[in-house]
């Protein structure tokens, strides 16, 4: 099989599973191995070569949109709504076992969620620190 073949099949599961981790760096691992397909397909032998472009641009794209991002959630307009969702009140949907992952619901979304206590279905919780897509909870009413 062709060269740039790979790189583009490398770069199509970067891309699905960037859809699921919404975390932009897989992304541009994506477009790396984009740019290393370009070059394997005008350099079929050259595989340093091809290895060196993608993970360079991966690298400038990584190091270069940093700062972008920060500035675009900085600005005026943006809202991160996740944010905002500490201190809240939700609901357990699936119990929750100190070590484990249980749902828990607050407001209209349903969150993966993980508690220092065994918390049960349907009691209620307050979120006390949110991490990129989990949330970490207490039972309401201890200390509240």
């Known amino acids: 099989?062709?060269?740039?073949?790979?790189?583009?099949?490398?770069?199509?599961?970067?891309?699905?599973?960037?859809?699921?981790?919404?975390?932009?760096?897989?992304?541009?691992?994506?477009?790396?191995?984009?740019?290393?397909?370009?070059?394997?397909?005008?350099?079929?032998?050259?595989?340093?070569?091809?290895?060196?472009?993608?993970?360079?641009?991966?690298?400038?794209?990584?190091?270069?949109?940093?700062?972008?991002?920060?500035?675009?959630?900085?600005s005026r307009g943006f809202r991160d709504t996740g944010v905002e969702i500490v201190g809240r009140q939700g609901i357990v949907v699936e119990a929750i076992v100190p070590g484990r992952y249980g749902q828990v619901k607050v407001g209209g979304d349903t969150w993966s969620a993980t508690s220092a206590q065994a918390l049960g279905k349907d009691e209620a919780v307050m979120v006390i620190r949110r991490g990129n897509t989990i949330i970490e909870v207490e039972r309401w009413g201890d200390g509240y």
């Open 1 to 74: 099989m062709e060269g740039w073949i790979l790189w583009l099949i490398a770069a199509g599961i970067l891309l699905v599973v960037e859809m699921f981790a919404l975390t932009f760096y897989l992304l541009w691992l994506c477009i790396g191995s984009v740019a290393a397909a370009l070059v394997s397909f005008l350099f079929p032998d050259a595989i340093i070569l091809q290895v060196v472009v993608g993970s360079a641009v991966a690298l400038v794209l990584t190091v270069f949109t940093k700062p972008l991002a920060a500035k675009l959630r900085g």
